[in-house]
């Protein structure tokens, strides 16, 4: 709120003067406040190093951004702001408030912003896409995805996960339509209920829910990825963002999952080692080799979401009075025997015995996508993005793979057949319904869909090999 002048007696000489100096002053106040107000959108949440805890009111600056209210210029004055003010206007707060994290976790960890850095938020702050590449291109060392990569500038691992959440929702912004990706977004948020957290995935899965709930004049819901849950610096930044309000993991969490999985992951390699007629236990696209020095080195997408699945549940277990919803980056079917479909996503822990998973709510999930592929395919602006097509194609396959979990073939296959209309190139569409097809017996129709998919994308067979490998046990050779 703008503070108001201080009143200051006017006194005998001041009552004397002529009314029209008194009327000019009113009309320079209000200028000036005029001007002032115009200027608030472009005011920084100022978080400076200084001695106070990043646990006290730096903190909370950096939560609400620059101000609780997304002001956009003329918003008042004209027509309705379009969609692409209002995502412009979103990103500039959202570049704020993450700014003002890393300036919590520079605290936190003793290590300062330097000038890179601060222009790379003024950068997102700013929404133009060349300056924010360029900016991104002087910190990130050649490799966006994690907080360690050796190019970077000593300590910036510390304050990379607000870093790239800053640059996540500006990829965003800048590949998706702007009404699209308001659609999107809130068709997330919309699905979910009081005091739920969500869970996100894929990057439009949590970065625009997440652009769009940090920068809302509504009810916020703490937002994580299960991606970055085997990252220690990421699991600091979510202790600064929600240690009050959720128990959080910890690194000893992280290292005791990663632990466990490589010695069952031993234990199975030495079984297909010492057994090789027996079927292998060794997981299909599962990296786990036998060192010289006797350790086990294990790697690939599905160590990494085995790990990520571990953690999670780690985080159910911590928090089990909290309901939470899913947006999946890879299948994590170990959360699917009690979860249940809520809208796009799914809910873990939610079945009991007043709420089971019935045949009606398995129908509610078809309707839902259904609804939404007549409702994108009706829009050219929607059906010309192909990272929204890409990204509603994910999303019905995962609620097509909790159908088929819950042996609802029928329901599960037109669900991959919506996604595989959403976006045609899907493998994960194509390798899933092809497994299930198998599986239901009809393996030339499986044979002869995988056949007309290679030839049309055969960019996208080795996907399709993993998929029919890792999730129905399956082998494809294409033509």
């Known amino acids: 709120m703008m503070p108001m002048p201080k009143k200051t007696s006017s006194g005998p000489a001041a009552s004397a003067r002529p009314r029209v100096d008194v009327l000019c002053a009113v009309l ?3 200028c000036v406040i005029a001007w002032l107000f115009t200027r608030a959108p472009e005011r920084r949440a100022e978080i400076l190093p200084t001695e106070e805890s990043a646990s006290g009111a730096a903190v909370e600056t950096a939560r609400r951004g620059a101000s609780n209210r997304l002001i956009i210029h003329g918003a008042n004055a004209g027509p309705a702001p379009t969609a692409e003010q209002v995502v412009a206007a979103k990103l500039s707060q959202f570049a704020r408030s993450r700014r003002g994290f890393a300036y919590a976790l520079s605290q936190r960890h003793g290590v300062p912003v330097s000038g890179d850095v601060e222009r790379f938020f003024a950068a997102v702050e700013s929404g133009n896409w060349s300056d924010i590449t360029n900016a991104f291109s002087k910190i990130d060392g050649g490799d966006s995805s994690a907080g360690h990569s050796a190019g970077r500038p000593p300590g910036i691992e510390h304050l990379w996960p607000a870093i790239i959440d800053a640059f996540g929702a500006a990829e965003q912004a800048h590949q998706w339509p702007a009404q699209q990706l308001l659609d999107y977004g809130n068709s997330v948020l919309d699905s979910l209920r009081p005091g739920m957290i969500y869970v996100g995935g894929t990057d439009s899965g949590r970065w625009i829910p997440e652009l769009l709930n940090d920068t809302s004049e509504g009810e916020r819901h703490i937002v994580i990825t299960q991606n970055g849950l085997a990252d220690g610096t990421y699991l600091d930044y979510l202790q600064l963002q929600y240690g009050d309000q959720v128990t959080t993991l910890s690194s000893e969490d992280s290292q005791n999952a990663f632990k466990s999985y490589v010695d069952d992951a031993r234990k ?16 299909p696209g599962e990296e786990v080799r036998l060192k010289e020095d006797g350790r086990v080195e294990v790697g690939g997408q599905v160590a990494v979401m085995a790990i990520n699945e571990a953690l999670l549940k780690a985080f159910m277990d911590k928090n089990p009075d909290v309901p939470i919803a899913l947006q999946e980056s890879f299948p994590l079917r170990g959360t699917y025997s009690d979860a249940l479909p809520i809208g796009p996503l799914m809910e873990l822990h939610a079945r009991d015995g ?10 509610e999930s078809l309707d839902y996508w259904r609804n939404t592929a007549q409702q994108v395919a009706s829009n050219p602006e929607t059906k010309g993005s192909t990272e929204a097509m890409k990204s509603y194609s994910h999303d019905a396959v995962a609620a097509a793979n909790l159908l088929a979990a819950h042996n609802y073939g029928n329901e599960a296959e037109e669900g991959y057949r919506i996604a595989s209309q959403l976006w045609p190139g899907n493998p994960e569409s194509v390798g899933s319904l092809a497994g299930l097809l198998a599986q239901q017996g ?10 007309d998919f290679a030839t049309k994308y055969p960019d996208q067979i080795k996907h399709v090999e993993t998929i029919m490998a890792g999730q129905w046990r399956l082998t494809f050779r294409p033509p």
């Open 442 to 451: 009809r393996s030339d129709e499986a044979e002869q869909m995988l056949r």
């Open 354 to 363: 007043q709420n089971a998973f019935t045949a009606e709510r398995a129908g």
């Open 268 to 283: 199975r390699l030495e079984h297909d080692t010492q057994f090789p007629d027996e079927p292998k236990q060794v997981r």
């Open 28 to 30: 320079a106040l209000i």
